[in-house]
């Protein structure tokens, strides 16, 4: 009976939060699955923009226009397909500052629309398709909002508001954002690679970029990490590498037949 009375007030907690307006219900579009957001999109892009300023402070910015534009060209070509369009999408190739020679290939996206792709990684790809794989993944996780539902659960809704209501951020403020970034820069959970992967699949397929490059750029992430002699962090970025190439087979081959139906 307790329990009972228990369940029926949490039910009636969380409905209370979401009438209040602190909490929406969102769908994940690949699953169908239901989860408590607490940050709004609005909260989400400027959250964003303060987290796109530290990556400016901790890396350079790639100003090369043939660079920039051949990055714009793909990513904003993906975004005219994404599933969600109300965000202002930012695209960076980034480079270190510093210790050069102990970059590890990586891309990450922030809340709000910023993505980036490091110099060691764009120098890995050798086809747009593959620029395009990485992009489209990056991507799914913002259309997904998975980076604001690990930061929700990492270092809570809370520091997060912390975050947003600071107008010139203190030292606490500021290592509380510098945590934020590394957590972005950071592999999600297995579930959540592969629903990103699955999604940029799709993306990818609608604007004519092949998804087997996906495979291909997974492949070199791979050789790339048996090779190496380096083991910094960034290359966690990069988990469940042959999981994630079973997934992304079976969600190509499900792409051709619904296709051919």
Same mark, same amino acid.
């Given at each position: 009976?307790? +329990? ?18 602190? /909490? ?16 709004? %999109?609005? +909260?989400? &892009? ?5 987290? =796109? ?15 920039? #534009?051949?990055? $714009? @060209? ?5 975004? %005219? ?6 965000? *202002? ?6 480079? =270190? ?30 086809? #747009?398709?593959? *620029? /395009? ?8 996780? &913002? *259309?997904?909002?998975? $980076?604001?539902? +690990?930061?929700?659960? =990492? ?12 107008? !010139?951020?203190? /030292? ?7 945590? !934020? ?31 087997? !490059? ?8 791979? %050789? ?24 992304? @087979? ?5 792409? +051709? ?5």
């Amino acid at each position: 009976m307790e +329990k009972q009375v228990n369940f029926k007030l949490l039910n009636y907690l969380l409905f209370s939060v979401i009438l209040s307006g602190c /909490a929406s219900v969102e769908y994940n579009i690949l699953t169908g699955k239901q989860h408590l957001a607490f940050i709004s %999109d609005e +909260k989400e &892009i400027k959250l964003g923009r303060r987290l =796109a300023q530290q990556v400016e402070k901790e890396f350079k910015i790639i100003k090369d226009p043939r660079i920039r #534009d051949r990055v $714009n @060209k793909i990513g904003y070509s993906l975004v %005219d397909v994404c599933d969600r369009k109300g965000l *202002v999408y930012h695209f960076e190739v980034i480079t =270190a500052k510093k210790n050069k020679e102990k970059e590890e290939p990586n891309a990450f996206a922030l809340p709000g629309g910023y993505i980036y792709i490091n110099q060691k990684l764009l120098d890995m790809l050798d086809t #747009d398709d593959e *620029v /395009a794989a990485v992009l489209a993944h990056e991507l799914s996780h &913002i *259309v997904l909002r998975h $980076n604001i539902l +690990k930061l929700q659960e =990492a270092i809570g809704t809370q520091a997060l508001l912390a975050i947003l209501a600071s107008q !010139a951020p203190d /030292a606490h403020t500021v290592k509380k954002i510098q945590v !934020a970034l590394i957590l972005m820069m950071l592999n999600y959970s297995k579930e959540r690679e592969t629903e990103a992967d699955r999604l940029g699949i799709r993306y990818m397929e609608k604007t004519g970029y092949d998804p087997r !490059a996906m495979i291909t750029v997974l492949k070199k992430l791979q %050789d790339y990490q048996f090779h190496s002699p380096i083991r910094e962090y960034h290359l966690h970025s990069h988990p469940y590498l042959d999981e994630r190439i079973n997934v992304i @087979k079976s969600e190509i081959e499900l792409q +051709k037949n619904i296709k051919n139906d």
